[in-house]
């Protein structure tokens, strides 16, 4: 008998050939997996951006690819995506803000006149600083013109805030990215809500600061940033920052070299701020160990109401522990000692920055793709923070949070397919890592393993050669799966009827590209978004129905 299903089988098809009957459609790699739609390749550019590209598709092309889905969006249901944007935004689920403000741009200027409404009524709670309205208008530039809605709504994001909030923003952002504070006013041209605001515009538009606004008690941080700019005497400028909450921006840079200074600052320094600059404040002394304002820094990363108001992201988080940890900067030659307990309290900073998560109890298998394509470009653009390393960081939530879970990593041997031909060694491996080693250890180790090419199969062909019992498989990757006899699908079908359980796959993308291995048919399957900060509890839940 000639063997006709060893070339065509819809239980078994090598994954360079699509699944017979199926839609599926060619990746990047040259294997095949479903297309995810606009509206999931929204969320994944909202979250994850484009920024550095993918092993497989270059920065340019994937922004391209990612702007053309949210265009395609915008056709579809304009006041829906603003509204997406807004969640996003606002739910601080995001590691930048950038992405959501071009796409808010996209629609202010290419939806129709009810999108076009929505975008600009959302702009002050996408764009909560001056930098990100800066932003915005760079981004809109692209777009089109200032027309009148443009005007109306950056004219009502300066006027709408009261006056002393308005006089920090304008202290602190005066410009960015070639637009300033003057630029937006000049082409907004608003009508000053108040006398205060009157004062503020007429400073920002002529640099001079008036009798009048000297004696306006909203005013008073203009008064103190001129007066800082004259004093020689650091007690005296630390006072000044210290008592009227002069942002780090508008302290000359001849005192940031000055402990009191960043002692001051720290008194009211908001918690993004704080993150960023604790290599900083160790460096020029302010952060030692048994330092009070070490103890400060320490109370407030372990604070969660804090965090979840300041809309800390986990990726601030991981970045900033993997840099301060270190002890030197990623791009300067500055190096610090760090304190033992700061880099504790980022630790524990970074699980409470996900939302909480209710426990499914379900026998989880955390399957890590460790291939070479996931060890190329970045998530959210920072620096090192490769989909690879980030799978290690997103896999330790749910490790935290189930406690029947095991670790494996998996990737096609560079000399064959992981063991299935006999070719190379095996691609899969049980890793020995937990939620209490430290976080930054963890994707260290993870960063080290072997890799090859991809075959998202792997792990449920593991479990059932060796008769794991798995309730729900979760698959952290890019999707660029292609080295395999056997399609993903596939594989977790045949372990459902092998092992008797209806066991449940999610795949975590971790890129913005516009593929997925879970089957769209298959409703024990699930797509969800890498670095959201909803998706540990998307996945529980999802294990747990």
Known sequence: MFKFTKHYSTLTTPQAQAIPGTNQVA??????????????????????????????IKEAKLTVENAAAVQRCIAEDGVRVVNTIVAVATEGRAPKTDPAIFALAMCAKLGDEATRKAAYAALPAV????????????????????????????????????????????????????????DLLRLAHPRAASPSHDRLFAWVTSGALTDEAKADQALQLLSAADELKRVDEVARAAALVREHRIPREAVPTTWLTFAEIWDALLADMPMTAMIRNL????????????????????????????LKKARVHPVAVLAALTTYKSGHGARGGGTWAPVAAVVDALDGAFYQAFKAVE???????????????????????????????????????????????????FTAAAGGYGGQYGGGESGLRPLAISPRQRLDDVCKAVDGLPFGGTDCALPMLWAERNRVDVDTFVIYTDSETWAGSVHPAQAIRAYRQARGIA?????????????????????GMLDVVGFDTATPAVISDFARA
């Not at 692209?142 to 005007?151: A, I």
Request: include cysteine; charge should be positive.
């Open 27 to 56: 990746n990047s790699a040259g294997g095949f997996t479903w297309a995810v739609t606009d509206w999931v390749r929204l969320d994944r550019f909202l979250i994850l951006g484009s920024e550095g590209g993918t092993y497989y």
């Open 127 to 182: 764009c909560r600083t001056g930098t990100q309205l800066m932003h915005f208008a760079e981004y809109a530039q692209g777009f089109g013109g200032w027309g009148r809605g443009m005007r109306k709504a950056v004219a009502a994001w300066f006027n709408d805030k009261p006056a002393r909030d308005l006089a920090y923003q304008l202290v602190k952002y005066g410009s960015r990215d070639g637009w300033s504070t003057r």
């Open 279 to 306: 290599a900083t404040m160790t460096r020029v002394g302010l952060l030692k160990a048994g330092s009070d304002a070490a103890k400060t820094v320490v109370a407030r990363l372990g604070d969660e109401a804090r």
């Open 359 to 409: 426990p499914s109890g379900k026998r989880t298998l955390l399957a890590l793709d460790v291939s070479g394509s996931m060890t190329s470009g970045t998530i959210a653009g920072v620096p090192g923070l490769t989909p690879r390393i980030g799978s290690a960081a997103m896999a330790l939530i749910t490790a935290a949070t189930e406690r029947d879970h095991q670790f494996v990593a």
């Open 503 to 523: 066991a449940k796959v999610v795949v975590v993308g971790m890129t913005s590209n516009g593929f997925s291995i879970a089957d769209p048919n298959d409703a």
